[in-house]
Structure formats: structure tokens, C-alpha cells
């Protein structure tokens, strides 16, 4: 195991970051915190799916962008339980999106070519992004 203080330096900055550790880390922390303004613009933007949209947002969305901002700052300052704080919060945000997005399928078939696209596209980068966060790799760097 690695010491967790090297006289100033801390372990993790002497190790080099699995590709892609600080950017998607960045990314994450930017989208997350767009995520918070995004939903009200949602919630403001469609009359007919307000309740639906103040019930998903403030059930799901919020929640899981707050987790999501948390687990990103963790990641920055290379804490071991931002890894599984980034999990959980990706896992929230598919567990929402799938069916949310689903529901809108079905219900909305003025946009569905539209809404197909971008909810394939969310749940995609979704995964891919859980699976980099699963990675021993990250494990073995945040230790």
C-alpha cells in the first residue's frame, strides 16, 4: 500500500491518474453543476409535463446531481469513496433515465425521432462512464 502523506506530496500526486481520471472527473463536476439550472429550465419550459417534471427533478435529478457534485471534488482531491459516490450517482442517473426516457417514447410522439436519439446518446455515455469509474485502476490509484 502507499503512504498516504510522502513529506508534502500526497501518494496520489506522485502516481500518474489512469487516462482520463482528471478531465472526466472536470466534466462531471461541470455537468452536474449545469444540471441544477437545466432542470429548472425544464420544469419552466413544458405546461403539460410540469408536475412530471418537478417530480422527477426534485426526486431524482437533484439528488443525484448534488451526490454527482460531491463525488467529483472528492475525485479532485483523490478520496477513495468519491469513486463509489461517482458510482452511486451514475447509477441514479440511469436508473432515471431509462425510464423516464422510456415514458416519453411512448407519450410524446410528435418528438419520438428526437427524444430516441438523445436518450440512446445519455444512457450510452451513461454506462461508459460507469464502467470507467468501476475500474480497478482508479481503485488502485485512489489508495
Known sequence: MFPTRLGSLSAPALLKPPRGYRSLAWLGLIANIAALPLTLAVILAVPSWRVAHIAVGTGAVLPCAV?????????????????VMAIVALSLSLATALPYGIVRLVLVPQERTLIALLASLLWIANVIILIYWCRPAVRRYLR
Not at 451526490?67 to 469513486?83: E, K
Open 67 to 83: 451526490l454527482g457534485i460531491v463525488a467529483c471534488v472528492a475525485l479532485l482531491q483523490w478520496r477513495h469513496w468519491g469513486q
